[in-house]
């Protein structure tokens, strides 16, 4: 009996398991447009896109960062014109993507877009069955401003996106400390409160009493000196460091209730925005005394010479660094010269937190640094 | 002499003007994505769209309001694939296109999103040398400020975006008017500060000292009450009314410092976003003093009926409302049923403003709308 039992039941739970599998058309994603039906993710993350294009010969959906694969995914036309295709399953988190229509490389209309890859492109969201600490919950919300500002190192007005805490407007005699936060090559000063949520990363561990309130600057990593000549289809950011201390942080410690001093104020981000934080950081300690690298500590970096030497003696260093925080996943491509860097600093004795974990170079990894880094940040 | 002179120097001028037109290749319009060449704007506003799509049978730039012109452009291909086009002029204003790529209606990588025929949709900003009251200049700024909150009405967690006026977080002292502005049907809460540059057109004129500062609370105009089952690829919007009054106006109140008397409460809107205006305005008397119709004044209105007869005898209306301004673009073909709205006020008393001149409906003649009616208002 104990062996048939099993051998005579499984059959018809098989046959309910593969129709409950094929009945499964899954949810329009939270990443949607309002009212829009696909992209639809199914319970095990597969995911089906679906797009009209009638007169087209071919379409492809092409993941745009690791998560949701890399091939391109080619679509099936059906007679109406529609054409369809369903991955295998996605990774949870934040993914971009693109249509390619007869050549053509363009959005899904059915998604919201995102600045990425130096244009606005269609993101999809993976929601993770096991991770909520990014989601907006009902807690009290800070809020994220958009602020513009002259600027006199790069001659234009430009966009902050500042995130102030939930009890900012309440608790008027309270100063802050101030978080000045990247984005990656490509991206914008949306991008960490859109895709990163940073706010709602926030707003959930300040309900948690588990991170300090704290103001999050957000700013467009990219700005050219005022009168230099623009290069056709390029954007330089060799003026950033000078924007941030001449002109961005006198801007937000003049309109901001922050807490001005060196030890109040931290600089962190993600790839290319990682090695902004460590050059702009490093290369200010009378500014800043916290460092957060996500997924980007360079390649070649001598502890000796590099970052004007702010790294070349341990004790100095040591004595000038609340926190210096180095995170890459396993699967980065710049995990490696992560892990030295770490290495390195170890070696050398000089004080700071390192944290691997999977994950490759997108936002699911850089929404997990954000929560870990701002847990030991301006922490006495 | 005097026959010839003319005669013989015109020949050359006319062949510098030509020369000139034929090598004006004109400007990156300001909406393009950072660093992008195409779309260019030409001197006489004619606008040249660029795209890839090398395999692709058939191109077209499709706009998708009034100002660029009404018919599908077909773009002409290259021998490397690129696809290009020339539009007659342009009015100044921005308009939402699409480009169709064999038969699939896409964005146009190169220009920004905006939230508009119920996706993200490119749009076009076309400049007018003639204007600049909606430009950011250097004047203080007051911040733009995304706020999410809870919604009993809607069961949901919504975003609204706060205009707070340039000395809001200096002069604390101060408590503010407020004004609810809702964008048109397709578009949400972020269409008035982008696409319409509310808190540009509100920083000059608060700098000019022509507009009381106030706050500007931008919600999204679609809302279903909270257990409702949604119509499929439809966005409701019947729980508008109750959102506002229940859920929005108290938690505003809550969290910033408002004039919360009737006073000191105004609701405007264009289109779709008008009929709310005047649904939610007229219909709240109790909560609002003053409504902003901007190109929507519904068609079959009764005075003596709608709006629950708040407008059915004119002494009370006129005892009751402190502004009710009116206004439409004479080619608008909303432009009779607002000016019929105009005359029915005019013949039973009610009081109000009328503001017809040129223009469609679009975006460019909503600004104009917001600047001249927020310098009429909460003005005793």
Chains 1, 2 share one sequence.
């Not at 500002?149 to 100063?175: C, E, F, H, M, W």
């Not at 001598?302 to 030497?309: E, I, M, N, P, Q």
């Not at 004080?351 to 870990?372: A, I, T, Y």
Request: net charge negative.
């Amino acid at each position: 009996m104990h062996g048939k039992f099993p051998r005579f039941s499984a059959l018809p739970l098989l046959s309910v398991l593969i129709s409950a599998a094929l009945a499964d058309d899954g949810r329009p994603a939270p990443s949607n447009v309002a009212g829009r039906e696909f992209p639809r993710i199914h319970d095990d993350l597969r995911i089906t896109f679906r797009v009209k294009a009638p007169d087209a010969q071919n379409v492809q959906v092409v993941p745009r960062n690791d998560g949701l694969g890399h091939a391109p995914f080619d679509m099936q036309r059906d007679a109406s014109g529609t054409w369809t295709v369903t991955t295998p399953p996605a990774q949870p988190g934040f993914h971009y993507y693109e249509l390619i229509v007869d050549g053509m490389h363009c959005n899904d209309p059915n998604s919201e877009t995102y600045f990425g890859w130096g244009q606005e492109t269609s993101g999809l969201e993976v929601p993770d069955a096991k991770l909520d600490f990014y989601d907006a919950k009902d807690v009290p919300h800070g809020e994220v401003r958009i602020r513009w500002y002259p600027s006199n190192v790069t001659g234009t007005i430009r966009r902050a996106y500042v995130y102030t805490p939930p009890d900012y407007d309440s608790n008027l005699k309270q100063r802050y400390p101030v978080l000045y936060l990247q984005h990656g090559a490509g991206e914008n000063e949306r991008g960490w409160s859109t895709q990163g949520r940073a706010g709602f990363i926030l707003d959930n561990l300040i309900a948690a009493g588990k991170a300090r309130p704290m103001i999050i600057v957000m700013e467009c990593g990219y700005a050219t000196q005022a009168g230099s000549v623009p290069t056709p289809g390029g954007r330089g950011n060799e003026a950033f460091g000078a924007l941030v201390v001449r002109d961005l942080v006198p801007m937000i410690d003049a309109h901001y209730r922050t807490l001005s001093d060196r030890q109040h104020r931290a600089i962190a981000g993600l790839s290319m925005g990682a090695g902004q934080a460590l050059q702009v950081g490093l290369g200010n300690l009378d500014l800043f005394a916290s460092v957060g690298v996500f997924s980007g500590a360079g390649r070649n970096l001598d502890l000796k010479t590099s970052f004007g030497g702010a790294l070349a003696d341990a004790a100095t260093a040591n004595s000038r660094l609340n926190l210096l925080w180095i995170g890459c996943g396993t699967e980065d491509r710049l995990f490696a010269s992560s892990q030295a860097f770490h290495e390195a600093l170890t070696g050398a004795g000089i004080r700071h937190v390192w944290f691997g974990g999977p994950g490759s170079h997108e936002w699911q990894v850089w929404r997990k640094h954000l929560h870990e880094f701002v847990q030991l940040l301006f922490n006495p």
